[in-house]
């Protein structure tokens, strides 16, 4: 609901959004420029009787002296039957330069209060600024929950959904920014209510002009005592009389109030304060333009950069998950539906056996509705059961519309409670085979909410695992139900092999670094960057196998390693490739895989062919970021991948530091052994708040673990907490 709302408003707003964050963004400069040029003497060194006395020297004619929120001090004049403003230094009161409005400015604020319209633009503005205050709330109740209540929301955002434009960038952007917005689109909502009367205006209270006036000759300007007794900063206008009319007087405004000043004493004649209400909503108006604190327009201009960015991410965002949503057919609405089927999908498989099940549901009479896990509703009229379908990634996590089930379902009534099955998803490749399906059904088995049949599990995809499934779940609910899937044909590309390198045939461990590129006349390579996977169909079978990619889209290869395993199907097709032949797959986004942004330092851990994406990173690593990769091979002869690389990588900085353990040579040793051996080194960087990315065999990453628990006790810190804060990923297999 509240991401529907983000979403609507931000789509319905956006044009109107983006005239006004960038204009607001221009306008921003304005202060800081004009405070750039402005000489400002400090408080106490200089009061408004020295300057004006300064000021009186040098324009014979001066008539008005005002200072602008920014510092800048202007003499409006008259010289020789001629006005002229001028922009002068308050401390000498020479003459800067002639005080000329900028008319590109002057523009850009009618744009930006107006759309360059009357009234109706302005009040355009005004509801487009209240928009964008729902949109900063929305947003920032999106960013708790995804972090998992309020008190988080300032911890590291982890990885996120798949797909070429990652969701977690968004969200820091979005973080990042969020105050800064809040307060520019309310104190405009603010400003905008004041102009249309919604709210009531506090006016200045003005002094009672006094009649008085003794006729006496004026006293030299420097010597009168109002005038001394305030400080430049606080002046905003000094009006001066008229000099042929010894009864005029001066007039002086300052931040706090106004009032009139005899010529000949250079007393206050009368002052008015300005009152606390006039005082609140100038400080308002000064918090929006920016005018008087140039450093925080700076900042609000900076943070209004980000909608358009905000914007176009947000659009994208949207648009990969309405294309990565299968198309359901017959899905009756939440209030409506006797059966809820929630969906727990990272590459969106899942989606088509909830299609299937959907279809054999409302064959046999039920009212089905699907939804991703993440969508899981505090309440279902007229449910009377709940299927929960999921896959499971990482090593044992939820998938990307599942990975805020658990925390949701913790917050459930607990009449909730309904007849419960879990199928689960996975491939008994990994250690931890469908174990975010064995999640939820413990907890839900700790709930005590009735289990409709056993847990079962789908391993790859098998339609006939799932139909077997559909029997037994008929049975649970007394109906006929008949299942069919048939999986949809997953868009491959192929893809020619340019050249393969040979490690590991000395112990006999074939591993070979394959490059490939998209075949010339199909175009070029889609975008990936390294830790993403491409996944390729060995011919004769329909199930793929993914491989860490070791390069950007942007380095014109696709680049794997691969390590050919004994009757393994697609290792077995892919060492046995020559350049010139061709395979079938395609790239499959792994956001959840990535180094995180900023400067700190990244500890890259792998073994084997482990080195894939690690290697990815280290080339791309352009800013020198400092990188420290340990990394196990077997023998140093004859499988220390990319050793050249390496060194050349070490030399320009890329890469920091390189430990590297074989496990046959002479002094048998695993990675783990050299993370042990340099623990103060890695409790320093983990301290200094690095990040750890890890890849390869989930045994080698279990006993990395083992060691990483060690190394961390003494810093209070552990495997688990780093995990829990996004600074310790895996991808195993
Ligand atoms: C990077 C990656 C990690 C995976 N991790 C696991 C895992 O830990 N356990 C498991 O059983 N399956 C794992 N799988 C397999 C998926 O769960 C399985 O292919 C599932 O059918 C995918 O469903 P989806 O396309 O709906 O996300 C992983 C797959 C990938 C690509």
Redesign the pocket.
Known sequence: MLRRLHLIIGLFAALFLLVLAVSGAVLSLEPALQRAGATIPARGMMSVADLAQKAERAYPGIEQLERLPSGAVLVYFTHEGQSGADLINPVSGERLAAYQPSAFFSWVKDLHRAFLWDDRGRATAGISALLMAVICLSGIALLASRAGGWRKLLSPIRGAANGAISPRLHAEIARAAALALLLSALTAVWMSALRFELLPEAVEQEADFTQSVVALPPAPIGTLPALQQVDLQDLHQLIFPFRADPLDVYTLRTHQGSGYVDQASGQWLSYADYGNTATLQNFIMELHTGEAYWWLGLLLGLAALTVPVLTITGILIWWQRQRAKPQLTGNTPRHLADTIVL???????????AKSLLEGLTAAGCRVHVAPMNELAHHYAKARRLLIL????????A???ANQFMHKLDKLPVVSALPWAVL??????????????DEVTQYLQRQQWPQLLPTE?????SGSSFEHWGMALGQAIDMPLSLHYTPAPRATQPLVLLQRENYGEAVNALTCVLRFNRVASRGALPAFSAGD?V?IVPPGSDAPR?Y?LASNSKDGVLEICVRQQNNGLCSSFLCSMQPGDCADGFI?Y?A??KPCSGKSAIILIGAGTGISPLIGFIRANKSQRPMHLYWGGRLAESDFLYQHELRSLLTDKHLLQLHVAFSRSSKPEYVQHKLLEDAVNIRHLVNANAQILLCGGRKMANDVASSMDIILAPLSLDVAKLKQQGRYLE???
């Open positions: 969906v727990g999908s990272e590459t969106n498989t899942t989606w088509g056996f999921t896959a499971t990634y990482g090593d044992g996590d998938p990307a519309s689960g998803f996975g491939d008994r490749q990994f250690c931890s085979f469908c174990a975010f399906a599990y789908i391993d790859r995809q996977l996944s993914f860490s499959q792994n959840r895989f991808d195993t297999y």
